[in-house]
């Protein structure tokens, strides 16, 4: 079983700035998965980032990286240079069976002010 | 584009009704989802597939029930919708082997009176 928790309800950026978003993980599971979706108002799902439990390098993609720190428990997702089109809620997301079972959290409301 | 669709996209039913949700993939993966999305919960986990016939509760399954007669069709069944079912649902599919990489249909809007 899997527990993500993300204690942001709601972050707020000005343009251009950095922003990280926190998330703790607990999990029984050996091997297991991070992530990271991005839900516009929109409403789709997109997929940002993955940081597999025993990748010895942060994941980064584009904007986007990964703040892995494992002893920790934690997965947080650093944005750099926000944009407007960044506003949006933020999912971290674990995964760590072999059926690829998704454990949500409840979510981040990113606020990119200009 | 994960090449995945989900019909309707929005549906008004009433409470007792059976309600039929379709997820439909042009691209043969084996491993299918349904999920749920209300307000505060981020999405739960409904049903998943791992293959023709073989599905898997999740978290939230009461009252839910799936089939999968074929590689590209995952069907979610409400067998009598109540209003507590009022939700996004959201259908994925899982790519690859190594990231575990889910990527999600646009959703349908159900909302039970």
């Known amino acids: 079983a899997q527990k993500i928790t993300q204690t942001q309800p709601g972050m707020f950026v000005q343009e251009k700035e950095a922003v990280t978003l926190d998330c703790t993980y607990d999990?029984?599971?050996?091997?297991?998965?991070l992530f990271w979706y991005k839900q516009p108002s929109s409403g789709e799902m997109i997929f940002l980032i993955y940081?597999?439990?025993?990748?010895?390098q942060n994941a980064t993609e584009g904007r986007y990286s990964l703040n892995f720190q494992k002893a920790r428990k934690s997965a947080n997702l650093v944005i750099s240079a926000s944009q407007l089109g960044d506003s949006a809620m933020y999912f971290c997301?674990?995964?760590?069976?072999?059926?690829?079972?998704?454990?949500f959290g409840q979510g981040t409301i990113l606020t990119v002010h200009p | 584009d994960a090449g995945i669709t989900q019909s309707p996209r929005h549906k008004v039913t009433e409470t007792g009704t059976p309600v039929t949700l379709r997820c439909h993939q042009t691209e043969n993966h084996r491993y299918m989802y349904w999920y749920r999305q209300d307000p505060g919960h981020g999405l739960r986990l409904i049903h998943y597939?791992?293959?023709?016939?073989?599905?898997d509760k999740g978290e939230v399954s009461d009252g839910y029930s799936v089939s999968r007669s074929k590689t590209e069709d995952f069907l979610l069944t409400l067998e009598s919708a109540t209003s507590s079912q009022t939700s996004v649902y959201f259908c994925?599919?899982?790519?690859?082997?190594?990231?575990?990489?889910?990527?999600f249909g646009p959703g349908t809007r159900l909302l039970v009176l």
């Open positions: 999990t029984s599971d050996p091997s297991y998965g």
């Open positions: 997301l674990a995964g760590g069976t072999s059926y690829g079972k998704l454990t």
């Open positions: 597939s791992y293959g023709v016939k073989d599905t």
């Open positions: 940081q597999g439990s025993y990748d010895q």
């Open positions: 994925a599919i899982r790519f690859g082997t190594e990231q575990e990489t889910q990527y």
